[in-house]
C-alpha cells in the first residue's frame, strides 16, 4: 500500500495525488456573460451535483498572480452562469477553451459554437450541448487565498430528447457518453475518458 500525508506535500503535489484517486471527474463547462456581453466559456473537472436542493458546486482556483480566473469574476459580477455537461464530440473544444486567453476575447466566439437563448437567466446556452443547466449563485466560501467553492442553485434543466426517457422522466446514462477528467499529463497533456461501461443492479442487500 502506497501512502502519502497530504498534510506534508506541497499543494500542487497533493492536487495531483487526490486527482488521481478521486476519477473519474465529471465537467463542468460554465458559460458565463463578461462586462462587455461577451460570453466566457471554461471547463472545470473540480465539480459535483447537489441534490437536495439542486445545485452545483465548482472548486474555482485563482491565476498564479492571485487574479480571479474571468469565469469567477463573471460569476460574482452577474451571478448567473449555464452549465453544459457534454459528450467525447465535443472533446476538442471543451479542451481547447481552457486556455488562458484576455477577458475580452470570448471562446466560444473562437470555437464557433451555436448559442440559443436561456429560459431565465441571461447567458446564453450551446444549442447542441446534450445538457444545459440554467443557475444562479447561491454562495461562494473562501478555503485558502488562492481558492474558492461557488454554490449555483440549478434552476431550469435542459436535456437532449435523445438521451431522455419518457416512462422515468430522466436522463439514461446508456443513451449517452459524457465526458469525463482523469489525471495524466499535467496542464500540458490532461487525459480524458468516456463514460465507459455501465453495470445495472438489483436493491442493495447485504448477506445473511
Known amino acids: 500500500m502506497i501512502t502519502r500525508d497530504l498534510r506534508s506535500l506541497a499543494r500542487r503535489d497533493a492536487y495531483r495525488v487526490l486527482s488521481s ?18 460570453v466566457n466559456l471554461a ?49 476538442e473544444a471543451l479542451h481547447a477553451s481552457g486556455e488562458e486567453v ?15 437563448p436561456s429560459q431565465v437567466v441571461a447567458v446564453p446556452r450551446l444549442k447542441d450541448a446534450p445538457v444545459a443547466l440554467e443557475c444562479t449563485l447561491r454562495q461562494e466560501i473562501s478555503l485558502v487565498p488562492t481558492s474558492d467553492v461557488v454554490f449555483l442553485d440549478v434552476l431550469v434543466a435542459h436535456a437532449s430528447e435523445r438521451i431522455w426517457d419518457m416512462a422515468l422522466d430522466c436522463a439514461r446514462a446508456d ?16 487525459n480524458y475518458a468516456g463514460l465507459g461501461q455501465r453495470f445495472t443492479l438489483g436493491k442493495p442487500k447485504l448477506p445473511e
Open 21 to 38: 484517486l478521486v476519477v473519474p471527474r465529471p465537467i463542468a463547462w460554465v458559460a458565463t456573460l463578461g462586462e462587455a456581453g461577451q
Open 43 to 91: 471547463p472545470f473537472s473540480s465539480f459535483m451535483g447537489i441534490f437536495n436542493p439542486p445545485a452545483l458546486a465548482i472548486n474555482l482556483a485563482h491565476r498564479a498572480d492571485g487574479s480571479l480566473k474571468d469565469t469567477h469574476a463573471n460569476l460574482r459580477a452577474r451571478r448567473q452562469a449555464v452549465v453544459h455537461i457534454v459528450e467525447v464530440s465535443f472533446l
Open 102 to 116: 484576455p477577458a475580452e476575447i470570448s471562446e466560444l466566439e473562437r470555437l464557433g459554437l451555436a448559442t440559443e
Open 175 to 190: 443513451l449517452w457518453d459524457p465526458l469525463a477528467r482523469l489525471i495524466g499529463g499535467g496542464v500540458a497533456a490532461p
